[in-house]
């Protein structure tokens, strides 16, 4: 069962554009939302997470935007970079388990 | 340097052969996690440990075995009862089960069928 939900599945920016990534979620009991950064041949690296008591979070270029009442979350990559071309997932986990699910995953390619 | 080791970094697996990944972390996390990456299909959980001699399974824990004797340590063995095992594994820990922290990943293990 899919519990989060991501789109696009490839993305493709150009040089100082801004990339977007989707994730929407079903389960109302949710309230930690990670997003990973994943390179070819690695393992994911936490990016940046959010919980549901704020709206916004940005950390350097990274942003993530959350609405809880449509259940949907989202990463935006300002003045995205070629460096930035990577898997992206998002993520979603309850606090009284630590049962972690990923969105099926975004590849971002950034063209120079 | 805390973190996660995964080893071997490519594995082969002939027919009916059992094949056992190892995963050790020195961030003195309690949790440990197996997954399975799949193109397309974004991460899926084998088996978890929230603390040792103690495991659970995941969505996907048919034709997989682990073991956690060490708090450092959960290999994970894909027997040969799994028949479609060629995919990227995954290891993570994390600080505690019930506490909500992020994952730390290792760099994981492609499996092959030979």
């Known amino acids: 069962q899919q519990q989060v939900k991501q789109s696009p599945q490839s993305l493709i920016v150009q040089k100082g554009g801004i990339s977007i990534i989707n994730c929407a979620y079903e389960n109302t009991a949710f309230d930690y939302f990670p997003w990973y950064q994943q390179f070819p041949g690695k393992g994911p690296a936490l990016l940046i997470a959010i919980r549901p008591d704020v709206s916004e979070k940005k950390e350097g270029r990274f942003t993530i935007s959350f609405n809880k009442s449509a259940k949907q979350f989202s990463l935006h990559i300002m003045d995205s970079q070629p460096g930035d071309s990577a898997t992206y997932f998002c993520?979603?986990?309850?606090?009284?388990?630590?049962?972690?699910?990923f969105g099926a995953g975004t590849r971002l390619t950034v063209k120079p | 340097d805390g973190g996660i080791t995964q080893s071997p970094k490519y594995l082969f697996r002939k027919e009916g052969q059992n094949v056992t990944l190892s995963c050790e972390q020195n961030l003195n996390h309690d949790a440990m996690y197996w997954y399975r990456q799949d193109p397309g299909q974004g991460l899926r959980l084998i088996y978890y440990s929230q603390i040792v001699n103690d495991f659970q399974k995941g969505d996907i824990a048919e034709g997989y075995s682990v073991s956690r004797e060490k708090k450092e340590s959960f290999p994970l063995t894909v027997t040969s009862a799994q028949k479609n095992p060629t995919a990227f594994y995954l290891c993570a820990s994390s600080i505690a089960w019930t506490v909500n922290q992020p994952q730390h990943f290792g760099d994981g293990t492609r499996l092959s069928i030979l």
């Open positions: 993520a979603a986990t309850s606090y009284n388990n630590n049962d972690m699910r």
